[in-house]
């Protein structure tokens, strides 16, 4: 039972970030790039969800995230869309709510036995009789005598950044639309406000944009991460 009670502590703290120092996200990145990928610097930044136009309030704000992250890796963002040599799509967007059940347990308390007895007695005597009076007194032990079984539910959300990049110079050339890299941008947590948990999911994927990561990797961090704090530009306001 003890070890079903520190189960359900550890699925909470990961789902819900309740860590002493404010909420933890566990993001994974997973980027791809062709070889000529490190000699394309200058670029666009377009939206890559259908219907959204380079105006839409949301897009801009994220795009400033974007475009801080991309800064710091080298990249120049193009002021005329003729000097760019990639046009890097930003897709976003976060899934329904997902319920999580789950069955717990907790403790009872209550007394479990005797640890001790104490007898005290007096002698009463009257000519050539006498009596014997006694009061015995009893420590009770107190412990764990039972569990009452529970039901709990967690609600999370799946968050995703997607950021793709293609080759300007070839579009122009051939009208092909070669992908020079793609980076993905995952998470799932319990909150459901994109606008808060974009700037964090920016700040875990900064090193590995228009890289090759190998394989799928995992970033813990918080919001008051420098890496997020940088993206966010608070410790430059």
């Known amino acids: 039972m003890k070890k079903s009670i520190l189960s359900l502590m550890f699925i909470i703290f990961l789902l819900c970030g309740c860590a002493t120092f404010g909420p ?37 704000e994220f795009s400033q995230y974007i475009n801080r992250a991309l800064t710091a890796k080298g990249f120049t963002l193009a002021d005329d869309i003729e000097k760019a040599e990639l046009a890097i799509f930003l897709g976003y967007g976060i899934g329904d709510p997902q319920e999580h059940l789950y069955s717990y347990s907790i403790p009872t308390y209550g007394q479990t036995g005797i640890s001790s007895a104490s007898t005290y007695g007096s002698i009463n005597t009257y000519g050539n009789f ?50 020079v890299w793609k980076t993905t941008i995952t998470s799932t947590g319990s909150s459901g406000d994109l606008r808060q948990v974009f700037p964090v999911l920016v700040g875990a994927a900064r090193e ?17 991460d420098k890496r997020v704090l940088e993206i966010k530009n608070i410790n430059n306001e």
């Open 24 to 60: 933890q996200y566990h993001v994974n990145i997973d980027s791809l790039s062709s070889n000529n990928a490190q000699s394309l610097k200058t670029y666009i930044l377009l939206p890559g969800n259908k219907d959204i136009s380079p105006d839409d309030l949301q897009f801009q």
């Open 208 to 224: 590995h944009m228009g890289t090759n990561t190998g394989q799928q990797i995992k970033i813990i961090l918080g919001e008051s």
């Open 130 to 179: 006498g009596s014997y009076s006694s009061t015995t007194t009893y420590t009770p032990t107190y412990g764990v005598t039972g569990y009452t079984s529970h039901m709990g539910s967690i609600v999370t959300y799946f968050r995703y950044i997607l950021l793709t990049a293609f080759d300007l110079d070839e579009y122009r050339e051939s009208q092909k639309e070669i992908q």
